[in-house]
């Protein structure tokens, strides 16, 4: 079973300017999060999607962040203008919500972002 | 909404001896607790986790509490070995069937192991 795949891995750029991060969530997977992590923090949730729906965007800094899933599969995350403490790994992961398997969220590589 | 508190933020240990790391949370709700390994440039992975109708979980060298009363959880490993080391993250989620998970990190925990 292929996993959450990420791209890209790493991306720097200045700030002001603008990157997008894109995320194919486990084949039949219904939820998508997205997490910020800080060095030395825990993952920290950005946005989940049930499907194509957001169910929690409560800590996405509205005004520069933004994430889209069309079709409840891929997703984007874009930043816009990128601030210095942007820089962080953001790690997609996806759930199958299915009662029998649990909740287990299974996370991807992670896109690193330096903002210089 | 849900709050994890994570201990010790570092550990070392001896090859071969045993590591502990032990977690709090606040939402009585919480009724699922899993635990994530991360080791460097890769994501979080998961290593074993709990429900809140079962008191402990075990999986070889890995094993895992749960105290429902006073709200806390901890992560056992024993006969360490040098590729355990990693920061190990604990996890509280309110699992709401047909609904939504809201899944709460704690801070991390990185453990050396030294051979």
């Known amino acids: 079973e292929a996993g959450v795949a990420q791209s890209p891995r790493y991306k720097i750029i200045e700030k002001r300017q603008s990157v997008a991060f894109w995320c194919n969530p486990i084949?039949?997977?219904?939820?998508l999060y997205w997490y910020q992590q800080i060095l030395g923090q825990g993952p920290k949730l950005l946005i989940q999607f049930q499907n194509n729906g957001v169910v929690d965007d409560s800590q996405l800094p509205k005004d520069r962040f933004s994430a889209e899933r069309l079709k409840g599969v891929d997703s984007t995350l874009k930043i816009q203008p990128a601030k210095l403490e942007d820089s962080a790994v953001y790690l997609c992961?996806?759930?199958?919500?299915?009662?029998?398997?649990?909740?287990?969220?299974?996370f991807g590589e992670g896109s690193w972002l330096t903002v210089v | 909404g849900e709050n994890v508190e994570q201990h010790p933020s570092t550990l070392s240990v001896q090859e071969g001896d045993s590591a502990v790391i032990k977690c709090t949370y606040s939402?009585?709700?919480?009724?699922?607790f899993p635990w994530y390994k991360q080791e460097l440039g890769k994501g979080p992975q998961l290593i074993i986790d709990i429900r809140s109708n079962v008191g402990e979980k075990k999986d070889q060298r890995i094993a895992v509490t749960l105290n429902k009363t006073a709200k806390h959880f901890s992560l056992h490993i024993t006969e360490t070995q040098p590729e355990d080391s990693a920061v190990y993250f604990c996890?509280?989620?309110?699992?709401?069937?047909?609904?939504?998970?809201?899944?709460?990190f704690g801070i991390g925990t990185k453990l050396q192991v030294i051979p």
């Open positions: 992961a996806s759930s199958l919500e299915d009662r029998d398997s649990g909740n287990t969220i299974y």
């Open positions: 084949s039949g997977h219904a939820t």
């Open positions: 939402d009585s709700a919480s009724n699922y």
């Open positions: 996890a509280a989620s309110n699992a709401l069937f047909g609904g939504y998970q809201k899944v709460t």
